[in-house]
Nanobody
Framework: QVQLVESGGGLVQAGESLRLSCAAS????????MGWYRQAPGKQRELVAT?????NYADSVKGRFTISRDYAKNTVYLQMNSLKPEDTAVYYC?????????????????WGQGTQVTVSS
């Protein structure tokens, strides 16, 4: 019913930039918030940035990453500048949204499949 598809990951050198995209599709009625999380090997998944009623960033990415949304396309972006090796992780898109299934509306938390970002030193 709902699908989040990410793109834009890859391998870059320290100091370079990447832009991630995530498009939500399905019978979506409204999106309350969208955001990005990441998980490095051996570590827990952590928040990177969210965009809803407020915009929030992890302290580690403030000033380097920018989250933005295209509300008409149900898409969220993450512009990542001045990348560091410690930014290496699988980046996951998240959406808190309401969708219709049959005659009922459902609100839930959905995740994309993840996209790998690798930053070499």
């Amino acid at each position: 019913q709902v699908q989040l598809v990410e793109s834009g990951g890859g391998l870059v050198q320290a100091g370079e930039s990447l832009r991630l995209s995530c498009a939500a599709s399905g019978s979506i009625l409204s999106i309350n918030a969208m955001g990005w999380y990441r998980q490095a090997p051996g570590k827990q998944r952590e928040l990177v940035a969210t965009s809803g009623s407020r915009t929030n960033y992890a302290d580690s990415v403030k000033g380097r990453f920018t989250i933005s949304r295209d509300y008409a396309k149900n898409t969220v972006y993450l512009q990542m500048n001045s990348l560091k090796p410690e930014d290496t992780a699988v980046y996951y898109c998240n959406a808190d949204l309401t969708y219709r299934s049959g005659t009922y509306d459902h609100r839930g938390d959905y995740w994309g499949q993840g996209t790998q970002v690798t930053v070499s030193s």
